[in-house]
């Protein structure tokens, strides 16, 4: 059996995951010239019990598509639930996913001399591991992302310029642009997404404000955002808002401030909101992303 590239393995062969997919790549010359491009990626389904992770060099975005475990090291502790994903810094060491419910991850490595600038619009930290929620288009476009790297690692159709598109439609998704989960979003629900984008998050869309935006039943358009977005659409817009308040905090806001700028003005209420999406509260996030 190949050694695998991300996960540690001994002589026994059932320390390997159940189900393992995975594959290098070499960056083109754009690709490599850009800064950023994906140096490999995998899946793999882990059974009840610890999976120690390798060293690496390059930066680990690593999420759960189903199942439970907690991802240890000698600096965090981090329970996962199905939709998490987690950012390592390269040289990120003992890492141990400590399996309670049969889980299935997603991961790619991110190389190149702007990967740490990449990962950090996609809300990483420099100097240690961040989880946090993974939006549904995002999980898909990464499970696109190992089928094209394990075609380009065999060399059959797929090329780095896909894997380009791919991960910066990745970054777009997360960044609030109209990215579906299969292709861009119609004209219908785009509409609603960009008008929240171009608001930066200030105010709070109603249902109805949404429906009435895109000229659709209110029920009608509940639908066709679920389906196209992968989620409801006022949990979106708490994702977005969420991402949005982590920017500015990084950028020097208090929690009040920031809370205030996505429309939220009773800082316990974005407290608690930003805790229960965040995994930590603002004033936490902010001494830890301000170090």
Known sequence: MAESLLFQTKNDQTDM????????????????????????SGSA???????????VDHWLWLALESGSLVLENE??????????CCMLP?????????????????????????????LQRMGALPHRIMKQG????????????????????????????QLQQLLWAMLASHSGQPVAMDAVLSHEIAKVVDAMRKNQYRDSFSLSDMAALSRMPVETFRKRFV?????????????CKMERAKVL????????????EVGMNDPYHF?????????????????????
């Open 75 to 84: 600096d965090a502790s981090l329970n996962l639930r199905s939709g998490d």
């Open 227 to 239: 389906a196209e977005v992968g989620m409801p659409p006022q949990s979106y817009q708490l994702f």
């Open 134 to 161: 993974a939006l549904p288009s995002q999980l898909n476009l990464a499970k696109h992302i190992v089928q094209a790297t394990v075609r380009v690692a065999a060399a059959k159709e797929a090329s780095s310029a």
């Open 90 to 118: 390269p040289g990120t060491r003992s890492v141990v996913l400590d399996v309670s419910q049969e889980a299935r991850v997603l991961w790619i490595m991110v190389g190149g001399t702007l990967s740490g600038a990449f």
């Open 249 to 260: 905090l990084k950028e020097g806001y208090t929690v009040r401030q920031a809370g205030i």
């Open 17 to 40: 995951p159940a189900v393992l997919v995975e594959g290098a790549h070499t960056p083109d010359a754009l690709a490599g010239a850009s800064g950023v491009y994906i140096a490999a």
């Open 271 to 291: 407290s608690k909101t930003f805790k229960n999406i965040v995994g930590m509260s603002p004033s936490a996030y902010s001494k830890t992303a301000l170090k």
């Open 45 to 55: 389904m882990l059974q009840n019990g610890p999976q120690a992770l390798k060293t």
